[in-house]
């Protein structure tokens, strides 16, 4: 009986210590793949890392690529294209103008009334219009009568006072966010399409020329007095509330910039030299890369995958369209190597731009003491129930890195242009003022980029310097500035000033 007792007082025994080994193996297991997640996010930190000396290289870099874009064409990574906007609106224009915005499965059709330096923007309506799928991969004439057609119902809705002066012809600013190659301040011929977009005859046609034997077909007499990009619209947006801005940048899905250069600083422009002395450049910065970029192989792999390999590396590490991607890529790698959601990769993870720009704000401004925004966003974007608070508090981690690495880079950026126009640096007995306009959703909806960018361009800067310089946010400077950029290249100009 006694020995019967100590056999099985063995057995428990062996079996507990047993029971204890595969407890111990197991956190021992669990260490060891904390360890590496932690390995993990120490090496991202380390290859984003922007210190204000490889800042200043990148603003460098940038200065000498504009240079180099405006020697010659294909001088530059940079397009450093001519915008042929040489008058900004100035607050003197008045009347009434039109604006036509195309950038995307749908467009906007706006007027404005001006009323001179006293009225300002007396009144503005708009319209926004769907395109249907269809009309997006048709003809280039079924999709010009359709918007022409659109523009036709929204004049006929000019209420009192909303007409334009007698005897003259309505005049039109229009938007068109889609690769062009300026021709003049109102003709581009567009080089391809994007987003979604596939209509192959409009394709090396003159866009401008398309719209308005559009508008002749379908009855509307206006005159297309300005073809402007999104980036050019709200620098003359910006410049119209303000006489001292400078330049403008877009920090939303994608991005761009856009300046006012002097135009003999502009070795390609061969045309005589505009009364003004003044060319708005735009940029086409997404398209910057330099040796002295943070790149990590979450950004090789996603340009890699793209549908444009090697083309706007710049834009893929700063816009929203890109941010979230590369914290879902961080997270898969966390994933794979280390078990952070358990012992399998969970599926949504894998779905490439699944973990949108906006959810990572969303999680990177969760003050909460238990991280239950970052909770949610894990159970509802990515389908990943249970986090533990330290791995929430990892995810928090990855966004910081990825939007601080973003917003320091932007404001490196912005110093590039703010060197290449001479203001980093103070005048004998003067320090002028330099407005940079910024619109975008980015910008204006993730507060954390936004103020990680200021307060990086401050850095930069110095705080001499950075007194003089600001950054104004210029909300739809697309619509409206089209229309003022109508306005200051008006065909009746020179009859309103022998007035």
């Not at 001006?114 to 319209?127: M, R, S, Y």
């Not at 010009?144 to 005897?167: C, M, Q, R, W």
């Not at 801005?245 to 939303?252: D, E, K």
Request: glycine share 10%.
């Amino acid at each position: 009986m006694r020995k019967a007792a100590v056999g099985a007082a063995v057995v428990c025994a062996a079996a507990v210590c047993a029971a204890a080994a595969v407890v111990v193996r197991q956190r021992m297991k669990s260490t060891s793949k904390w360890a590496r997640a932690m390995a993990i996010l120490k090496e991202l930190d380390d290859k984003c890392g922007t210190p204000l000396g490889k800042l200043r290289q990148v603003a460098d870099a940038m200065t000498v690529e504009m240079h180099a874009g405006l020697a010659s064409e294909g001088g530059s990574k940079l397009k450093m294209l001519i915008s042929f906007v040489d008058n900004l609106p100035t607050g003197d224009e008045h009347g009434l103008f039109y604006a036509l915005d195309l950038g995307g499965t749908n467009f906007r059709v706006l007027r404005v009334k001006l009323g001179g330096k006293e009225g300002g923007v007396v009144q503005q309506e708009f319209d926004e219009v769907s395109i249907p799928p269809e009309l997006m991969v048709g003809t280039s004439e079924q999709l010009f009568d359709y918007i022409a057609e659109a523009l036709a119902k929204f004049v006929a809705t000019e209420s009192e006072g909303l007409h334009p002066e007698p005897n003259r012809q309505r005049e039109l600013g229009f938007t068109f966010s889609f690769p062009v190659k300026q021709t003049s301040i109102a003709s581009g011929t567009l080089i391809r399409w994007t987003k979604g977009f596939s209509i192959e005859d409009t394709v090396g046609g003159d866009v401008v020329a398309e719209l308005t034997k559009a508008m002749k077909r379908k009855g509307v007499d206006m005159r297309v007095t300005a073809l402007v990009n999104d980036t050019v619209g709200t620098l003359a947006g910006g410049r119209y509330y303000d006489g001292e801005v400078i330049a403008a940048v877009i920090l939303g899905t994608g991005t761009n910039a856009a300046y006012v250069e002097r135009a003999t600083a502009i070795p390609k422009w061969h045309g005589p030299y505009p009364k003004s002395g003044e060319m708005v450049i735009n940029m086409e910065w997404g398209n910057f890369r330099s040796s002295h970029l943070p790149i990590t192989e979450y950004d090789i792999a996603l340009d890699e995958e793209s549908l444009n390999p090697g083309e706007q590396i710049y834009e893929k590490m700063i816009s929203g369209m890109y941010l979230g991607e590369i914290v879902r890529r961080v997270l898969c790698k966390m994933a794979e190597e280390a078990s952070l959601f358990g012992d399998t990769v969970p599926s949504k993870l894998t779905t490439p731009f699944i973990l949108r720009t906006p959810d990572m704000s969303s999680m990177h401004h969760d003050t909460s003491p238990d991280l239950k925004v970052v909770a949610s966003k894990l159970k509802d974007v990515l389908g990943i129930p249970n986090t533990s608070l330290k791995v929430r508090k990892v995810i928090v981690d990855i966004c910081d890195i990825i939007a601080s690495r973003g917003a320091c880079l932007s404001a490196a950026g912005i110093l590039g242009i703010i060197k290449k126009l001479g203001r980093d640096a103070p005048k004998q007995g003067e320090n002028p003022k330099s407005v940079i306009a910024l619109d975008g959703g980015l910008f204006e909806h993730y507060a954390k980029f936004r103020e990680c960018m200021e307060d990086t361009l401050k850095e930069l800067l110095g705080d001499e310097i950075a007194e003089g310089i600001v950054i104004k946010h210029s909300n739809d400077g697309s619509g409206i500035g089209a229309a003022l950029l109508a306005a200051s290249h008006s065909q009746y100009l020179e009859e309103d000033e022998s007035i």
